[in-house]
């Protein structure tokens, strides 16, 4: 076969692909790293990843395992002891009976959303996501020819949703409602009474619910709540959760789902199909991150709580902006709606001419339109940086 730069593309693709969406935190990222190379300074607050590193008995128990013969397959499902070290954990964060039945081990904690909308999901079903949110989640939706049904995150009521308009959504025809709490892109999270209210019509209008729980060790006030644990809802509910973000694990590729036992066999049959397995060094070193010491995790959120309240007072300084304070996860999510330019524009006008990578609140949802979104997976120093270069260039846009 030729290649064809610059041309027309002749091949043809399955109707499917035109469905499917992206990231643009990694289009962001390799932008900016592409003005890095010529030679710009950049502040990187585009990307979701901690910038501590992994805790070194994680890595030692990972090179441990590859010296003990862990390079092989392993169970489609994870190896039992991990999937054993995972159900404990559940067990005990989120006061539920789990089995090791019920978790299915993946690389990452996206195939947790791609599989489960494969197996639940198709034409016809409708499925209720968060606006502004991941943006897979609706690009998985999309895939699978399911209809996407926008749920409003208010900055209003601290970026939660308002139980009338999940009433308004909710009917006959809703397959799977998303949950994100803490919150991607917002930093905003569920209280109980949110939750009882969305099981309450779970029941009512048999839903199931997939609990993207992924930053639920970073929540900076009060104690996380899972939907799991109210009665009757581990049994019509999907856990995601992983080791990239608690335990600064992001290229280590290792997530799980915990799911109801005929939907966790789902599961493991759509990773046959796949990936056939996680790596099983990884799984090893996920089995030390989850029995081990936890201390840094402790000491890594802190340190995120403190460049919190930094970025926060610092884009509060900013004329024409306005940023509530976040709940959890590590990201800000200001308000630019009062600036002489759409939010696309000034988040490419940021990283362009004052080398400060940020995505537009836009690529997370309609209702993401007139903010930011900025990670501060960052150091302080840096982020006060960021911080003086914005306020200069936005004063122009005041």
């Excluded at 949950?179 to 309450?200: F, V, Y």
């Excluded at 609990?211 to 856990?239: H, K, Q």
Aim: proline content about 6%; overall charge negative; charged content about 20%.
């Amino acid at each position: 076969m030729k290649a064809n730069p610059g041309g027309e593309s002749a091949m043809q693709f399955a109707q499917r692909m035109e469905r499917l969406g992206t990231e643009s935190a990694f289009e962001v990222m390799a932008r900016a790293k592409h003005l890095e190379a010529q030679g710009q300074s950049i502040i990187h607050l585009e990307i979701g990843q901690p910038d501590f590193p992994t805790a070194p008995h994680i890595c030692d128990a990972a090179y441990k395992a590859m010296k003990e013969g862990y390079t092989g397959y392993a169970p489609a499902a994870g190896l039992p002891v991990l999937r054993e070290a995972i159900a404990q954990h559940i067990s005990t964060t989120r006061q539920v009976q789990v089995s090791p039945e019920n978790v299915v081990v993946m690389p990452g904690a996206k195939p947790v959303i791609f599989f489960t909308l494969l197996a639940l999901a198709g034409p016809g079903d409708e499925i209720i996501y968060p606006d502004p949110g991941f943006p897979i989640y609706e690009s998985v939706i999309n895939f699978v020819n399911a209809t996407p049904v926008p749920l409003p995150l208010r900055e209003s009521v601290g970026f939660r949703f308002q139980v009338e308009d999940l009433e308004a959504r909710v009917s006959d025809k809703t397959k799977l409602l998303i949950l994100n709490s803490p919150q991607n892109p917002t930093g905003g999270a569920l209280t109980i009474k949110d939750l009882e209210a969305i099981a309450r019509l779970a029941h009512q209008y048999d839903v199931m619910i997939l609990a993207d729980e992924i930053y639920s060790r970073m929540l900076y006030e009060g104690e996380f709540c899972s939907i799991a644990s109210l009665p009757n809802m581990m049994e019509r509910t999907v856990i995601l959760d992983g080791h990239s973000k608690t335990y600064a694990m992001t290229g280590w590729r290792l997530g799980y789902a915990i799911a109801p036992f005929p939907l966790a066999q789902k599961l493991e049959q759509l990773m046959i199909n796949s990936n056939s397995a996680t790596c099983s060094f990884t799984q090893m070193a996920g089995v030390t991150a989850l029995t081990g010491d936890q201390e840094f995790v402790s000491q890594m959120v802190d340190q995120f709580r403190h460049r919190r309240d930094a970025i926060v007072a610092g884009l509060n300084d900013i004329a024409g902006v306005s940023c509530l304070t976040p709940a959890g996860a590590f990201y800000a999510f200001p308000n630019v709606s009062e600036l002489a330019m759409d939010d696309r524009a000034i988040a490419h006008l940021l990283l362009e001419e004052a080398g400060v990578a940020v995505l537009p609140g836009s690529s997370f949802g309609n209702c993401g339109k007139g903010y930011l979104r900025l990670s501060y997976a960052n150091s302080l120093e840096n982020i006060q940086e960021a911080l003086k270069r914005m306020q200069v260039k936005l004063a122009e846009l005041s």
